[in-house]
T-cell receptor, first 115, second 114 residues
Framework: NAGVMQNPRHLVRRRGQEARLRCSPMKGHSHVYWYRQLPEEGLKFMVYLQKENIIDESGMPKERFSAEFPKEGPSILRIQQVVRGDSAAYFC?????????????FGAGTRLSVL | AQTVTQSQPEMSVQEAETVTLSCTYDTSESDYYLFWYKQPPSRQMILVIRQEAYKQQNATENRFSVNFQKAAKSFSLKISDSQLGDAAMYFC???????????FGTGTRLQVTL
């Protein structure tokens, strides 16, 4: 059973470009979470999605950031018009529908570098 | 709002010795879950151990155990017989279970020396 897959592992963008980060949850998992980790800091929650629905986006910046989890295909975190402050590691986690005990399984992350 | 505090930015332990990492949290919930995650240099987040707040018994996973003090809102991680492969960042985290975001502490960097 493959784990949570994130790609790309590294993404370099120039200021003003768009960044698209992809996350394929573990098989059978229908809950996806995105977290951001700034250098030397802990992970901060961004958004929680189920298939075709955003459940909690309380951690998402109000502008330039969006997320989706379509019926088919991976979850996408999209950052428009990137700025240097967006440079960070972005982690995706997934959990099954009948989650027990709040466990979330993490991908290896995407490191975004904005030049 | 829930908060998780790790007051030790860095810790060091000799190989084969025991080390304890501290974590405190603040919540008004009565039912919740606590976790320790390990992040080695590869950046992969690896679940080390989980504690259910309604269980009084401390969780144990091989060389890893916790000291859960619900009244004090304390959740420390003890690593016994430390190994070089234990060197990593360790994050304490909290959530309220089903469909709930994780709240993380700022992490403790553990060094293991020979």
């Amino acid at each position: 059973n493959a784990g949570v897959m994130q790609n790309p592992r590294h993404l370099v963008r120039r200021r003003g470009q768009e960044a698209r980060l992809r996350c394929s949850p573990m098989k059978g998992h229908s809950h996806v979470y995105w977290y951001r980790q700034l250098p030397e800091e802990g992970l901060k929650f961004m958004v929680y999605l189920q298939k075709e629905n955003i459940i909690d986006e309380s951690g998402m910046p109000k502008e330039r950031f969006s997320a989706e989890f379509p019926k088919e295909g991976p979850s996408i975190l999209r950052i428009q018009q990137v700025v240097r402050g967006d440079s960070a590691a972005y982690f995706c986690a997934s959990s099954p529908p009948s989650i027990q005990g709040g466990i979330q399984y993490f991908g290896a992350g995407t490191r975004l570098s904005v030049l | 709002a829930q908060t998780v505090t790790q007051s030790q930015p860095e810790m060091s332990v000799q190989e084969a010795e025991t080390v304890t990492l501290s974590c405190t949290y603040d919540t008004s919930e009565s039912d919740y879950y606590l976790f320790w995650y390990k992040q080695p240099p590869s950046r992969q987040m690896i679940l080390v151990i989980r504690q259910e707040a309604y269980k009084q018994q401390n969780a144990t996973e091989n060389r890893f155990s916790v000291n859960f003090q619900k009244a004090a809102k304390s959740f420390s991680l003890k690593i016994s017989d430390s190994q070089l492969g234990d060197a990593a960042m360790y994050f304490c985290a909290y959530n309220t279970g089903t469909a709930s975001k994780l709240t993380f502490g700022t992490g403790t960097r553990l060094q293991v020396t020979l």
